[in-house]
């Protein structure tokens, strides 16, 4: 169990799903590495570095993952919200950087996704139940499905990173 998971048996829905959004970010995750424990090690030459043709890269996996964070903590507080347009979904990533900028750049864009996690997580802590089953516009039909569905979009993605992580150690 992660050092911030807590026993389940005695806590609200909103809790227990805070929880299991804990588990998927930072560890304790029964499926395997977290996705914040994918990243560990990983550096900024290393997550652009775009190791399948047409795939998307580590890097671009993270700023994806961070903008869903906020769309989702944006939707749960009932902020009104355009589409996702492709680049807010993908955004580019910048090219032709030096090594030490593109650390830089990199240690910036986690330093968002954790900031972005830690909003969602404790806006999803604050909770109470009734408001699992409030209605969201622009995702799943309830509270609930949307912060499932950040769950599983988190499993996904961090098993992208650790496969392009094992493709990358193998060249």
Do not use: N
């Amino acid at each position: 169990m992660s050092a911030t998971a807590q026993p389940t048996s005695s806590l609200t829905e909103a809790s227990r799903l805070a929880d299991q959004l804990e588990r998927a970010h930072r560890g304790g995750a029964w499926h395997g590495p977290a996705f914040a424990e994918t990243l560990t090690g990983l550096g900024g030459m290393e997550a652009a570095e775009r190791l399948i043709p047409g795939a998307h890269t580590a890097w671009e996996i993270v700023d994806h993952v961070s903008t869903w964070l906020d769309v989702c903590r944006r939707r749960i507080g009932g902020e009104p919200m355009h589409a996702v347009t492709d680049e807010e979904d993908w955004p580019a990533q910048s090219t032709g950087q030096s090594a030490a900028e593109s650390e830089d750049a990199w240690r910036r864009d986690l330093a968002t996704l954790e900031d972005r996690f830690g909003r969602l997580h404790a806006a999803v802590g604050g909770l109470d139940d009734a408001q699992l089953d409030e209605p969201v516009a622009g995702s799943d039909p309830t509270v609930r499905g949307l912060i499932l569905g950040i769950i599983q979009h988190h499993a996904y993605h961090g098993g992208q990173i650790t496969l392009l992580r094992k493709l990358g150690a193998a060249r």
